[in-house]
């Protein structure tokens, strides 16, 4: 009996891949740019097992290509890129990762808020212009102790963050209609939140109700120079108002890990980041690195080969979500 192919659209650990290749035979990308889409479909079509990363979308024209396909654990915690009834029509069971990203995540969101606030890109910058010959008084910016930080979503990510910034001496608003705050944080808002946040972090989920929720309009609310920070998905923000806001200065400066033209299963998304916000000195970004912590990774990709073998070997997915 021939072994079952198993399909990693990304880059392994050693150790990854050695536990699916004692189920079946491994298929996967060894390079770290995703495979062409008539590519992915092709190697997709023998597959009886998929992992799938940030970059797959996965409709009913991916599925129609993969027959075989029995089981699609993905390396991630959101289906944002998954058409999940699409998959239950073709009985393709589908598994999410529990929560071994949110600690990284949140860390993440606490760096990229002082990092914004006390200027550390403009800071490097200086120092390695050459023109650097001891302190002066420049660069002067905004700490963390003191200020009032709206958190907007209040699920895993949210709580984590607020838990993080509260020993920072902030005063900490949670803006979720259908969580309550967490202890030690004020309900509060969204346009209540704005008008008093110094500092406002986004960890929302992606739905019909978030995407683009912070649109020009409601960036109008903000206080007058506040900093907003997004760790959530990209296309919660519209990036072109942001742009649009830290040029009037409506927005005293825009940090982020994740961005529009990462939200695949959009057809409407930017294909590149507004090139106002690269240019813009107040701005601080990384390239979604928020779960890119090696132990954490590695925990990432170990879960979703265990629900791999699970199905393989005949059992539901442990994860399994559709």
């Known amino acids: 009996m021939s072994r079952p192919v198993i399909l990693a659209t990304a880059r392994l650990f050693p150790e990854t891949r050695a ?6 035979e491994v298929v996967d990308n060894e390079g770290t740019e995703p495979w062409p889409e008539e590519e992915r479909r092709a190697r997709a079509a023998p597959a009886e097992a998929m992992m799938a990363f940030m970059t797959d979308r996965v409709d009913a024209g991916f599925l129609a290509a993969a027959p075989r396909l029995r089981i699609l654990a993905c390396a991630l915690k959101g289906a944002d890129n998954i058409d999940l009834e699409a998959c239950r029509a073709r009985g393709v069971a589908v598994s999410l990762v529990p929560d071994l990203l949110t600690a990284p995540t949140a860390e993440l969101a606490i760096g990229l808020a002082i990092g914004l606030g006390r200027r550390l890109r403009e800071g490097d910058a200086l120092v390695r212009s050459g023109g650097f010959a001891g302190w002066r008084p420049v660069l002067y910016g905004q700490g963390l102790e003191g200020t009032t930080v709206a958190v907007l979503g209040l699920g895993a990510l949210g709580a984590a963050i607020c838990a993080r910034l509260l020993p920072f001496g902030c005063r900490v608003l949670g803006v979720d209609p259908a969580r309550a ?4 944080v004020a309900a509060a808002t969204l346009e209540a ?3 008093e946040a110094d500092l406002v972090i986004a960890a929302l989920p992606l739905t019909r109700a978030t995407r683009h929720l912070l649109d020009a309009p409601v960036l109008a609310l903000l ?4 900093l907003l920070v997004n760790v959530g998905r990209g296309s919660t923000v519209r990036e072109a108002a942001v742009a649009e806001a830290l040029a ?3 927005l005293g400066g825009y940090a982020a890990d994740v961005f529009e033209l990462e939200d695949w299963a959009l057809e409407a998304r930017p294909r590149e ?3 106002r916000l690269l240019a813009h000195p107040r701005t601080l970004f990384t390239p979604h690195l928020g779960s890119a912590v090696e132990a954490a990774r590695r925990a990432i990709e170990a879960r979703a080969a265990a629900n791999i073998a699970d199905v ?3 059992r539901e997915a442990r994860d399994r979500v559709a």
């Not at 536990?19 to 079946?24: C, N």
């Not at 206080?223 to 506040?226: D, E, F, K, M, V």
């Open 248 to 250: 009037s200065g409506r």
């Open 181 to 184: 705050a967490p202890a030690g």
């Open 19 to 24: 536990l699916l290749a004692a189920l079946g």
């Open 193 to 195: 939140a704005l008008a």
């Open 312 to 314: 393989l070997s005949g």
């Open 273 to 275: 980041i507004d090139a």
């Open 223 to 226: 206080r007058p120079g506040a």
